[in-house]
């Protein structure tokens, strides 16, 4: 089978009828789905049944896990459906939760077949394009918000109505302990400037009504749902532990957490366990956990992109910043202090308004774009002229 392939969802179907029988509850699932990363969203593994015509890559992977979850879910919750019926059942899903659209292109080579659409679809879950933020952190944090799918499918197979409101509730609720699992690590300065970074982006696609502060706990005080519980704590490991340590405020926010979520001790430390076990068997072939940890990564090579987009258009921006001198006043005053709110705004609204007349800096724009804006406000200062840095203190070391 492959993956990459028009066919491929077809392919799979030949193939899975012949484990219809392989999994007689969601817990056994689970354990197998963690085992192969996909809960994690590193996936490592995939499905016996399935021969690979090459190596897979992690995004072939990611689809196989993520259609094998679907197809087993609905399974165990209803054991007489066939594999059309499955695939009509998940098209809809896909489309109440009005994640469904497929690209004009798309659409051109997908055909009238619902497995054919439903491939592209899979491919616009996995791939994630068009986002700044979910290429960034590739396999680690975000790719791991796949298993939502499958959270949501489970419930949809229950009671459909108000799926879609359900959805946003949960990709609240996993930001936000992404982001305070992030909050609570001491040991590496950059960590916490990823959360900041994290907590502008969201600001600026959500406005002012997304706070990150401990409101979200009231809402995991009221979640029944076990597997959302447990998945959620995951979620939470793994951002502790990407780095391969567990400092002390981070293993008391897990136990926190695991509070929160009405989860016993036992289930907290296996947790723990399994997330700590899975990053050091896989830490020799998962690229990411070879290097530094995720924060740095991912502060360090976005600092380098806008460093280049800065440079191939330094010339024009330099033009367009001289036509703006309240924006050079406020970048200027950057250097020596923090601006306030009300000057980070206009900084912000400026500075967009340039990027929209320079073609090659679109990428700002995007959504999550905007994450980008206090790297380049960062490094700014260093890269034009000095007449735009008078105030700028030198570090002294």
Same mark, same amino acid.
């Given at each position: 089978m492959n993956p990459s392939a028009n066919g491929w969802i077809?392919?799979?179907?030949?193939?899975?009828?012949?484990? $219809?029988?392989?999994?007689?509850?969601?817990?056994?699932?689970?354990?197998?789905?963690?085992?192969?990363?996909?809960?994690?969203?590193?996936?490592?593994?995939?499905?016996?049944?399935?021969?690979p015509e090459h190596e897979f890559s992690e995004d072939e992977k990611a689809k196989i896990n993520l259609l094998t979850a679907l197809?087993?879910?609905?399974?165990?919750?209803?054991?007489?459906? $066939?594999?059309?019926?499955?695939?009509?059942?998940?098209?809809?899903?896909?489309?109440?939760?009005?994640?469904?659209?497929?690209?004009?292109?798309?659409?051109?080579?997908?055909?009238?077949?619902?497995?054919?659409?439903?491939?592209?679809?899979?491919?616009?879950?996995?791939?994630?394009?068009?986002?700044?933020?979910?290429?960034?952190?590739?396999s680690s944090i975000t790719n791991s918000l796949l298993f939502i799918d499958v959270?949501?499918?489970?419930?949809?197979?229950?009671?459909?109505?108000?799926?879609?409101?359900?959805?946003?509730?949960?990709?609240?609720?996993?930001?936000?302990?992404?982001?305070?699992?992030?909050t609570s690590k001491r040991k590496n300065k950059k960590d916490k400037k990823l959360a900041q970074l994290l907590a502008s982006s969201l600001t600026f696609i959500d406005g002012d009504s997304q706070k990150f502060d401990n409101s979200y706990r009231n809402q995991l005080l009221t979640? $029944?749902?076990?597997?959302?519980?447990?998945?959620?704590?995951?979620?939470?490991?793994?951002?502790?532990?990407?780095?391969?340590?567990?400092?002390?405020?981070?293993?008391?926010?897990?136990?926190?957490?695991?509070?929160?979520?009405?989860l016993d001790a036992h289930t907290i430390k296996n947790s723990l366990a399994h997330v700590s076990n899975f990053i050091n068997s896989n830490k020799e072939t998962i690229p990411f956990l070879q290097d530094q940890n995720m924060a740095i990564k991912f502060y360090d090579s976005m600092s380098r992109l806008v460093n280049r987009l800065i440079l191939r258009n330094k010339k024009r921006l330099l033009r367009e910043l001289s036509g703006s001198a309240e924006l050079v006043s406020l970048l200027s005053k950057s250097t020596v202090r923090d601006?306030?709110?009300?000057?980070?705004?206009?900084?912000?609204?400026?500075?967009?308004?340039?990027?929209?007349?320079?073609?090659?800096?679109?990428?700002?724009?995007?959504?999550?774009?905007?994450?980008?804006?206090?790297?380049?406000?960062?490094?700014i200062p260093t890269l034009l002229p000095s007449a735009f840095d008078e105030n700028r203190v030198e570090n002294e070391e």
């Open positions: 077809d392919k799979f179907g030949s193939l899975v009828k012949y484990h $219809d029988g392989r999994y007689t509850c969601f817990d056994i699932l689970f354990e197998d789905l963690n085992s192969w990363g996909f809960v994690y969203g590193i996936n490592t593994g995939f499905p016996d049944f399935i021969t197809y087993f879910t609905l399974k165990i919750a209803q054991p007489q459906t $066939d594999f059309q019926d499955f695939l009509e059942k998940i098209f809809r899903f896909y489309e109440t939760l009005e994640v469904n659209k497929v690209s004009f292109l798309g659409k051109l080579f997908s055909g009238n077949k619902t497995s054919s659409k439903l491939e592209k679809i899979l491919d616009s879950r996995v791939y994630l394009e068009d986002n700044i933020i979910s290429k960034t952190f590739n959270l949501l499918f489970k419930r949809y197979l229950m009671h459909a109505k108000g799926i879609k409101k359900h959805a946003q509730r949960l990709e609240y609720l996993a930001i936000n302990i992404t982001y305070h699992a992030l979640n $029944d749902d076990l597997w959302e519980k447990r998945y959620l704590l995951k979620l939470a490991c793994l951002t502790v532990w990407e780095d391969g340590s567990l400092e002390f405020m981070e293993s008391e926010f897990i136990k926190i957490l695991g509070k929160d979520l009405q601006l306030t709110k009300e000057e980070k705004k206009k900084v912000q609204t400026q500075l967009l308004d340039i990027f929209k007349s320079i073609p090659s800096l679109a990428i700002f724009l995007l959504p999550g774009g905007a994450i980008l804006l206090p790297i380049f406000i960062k490094l």
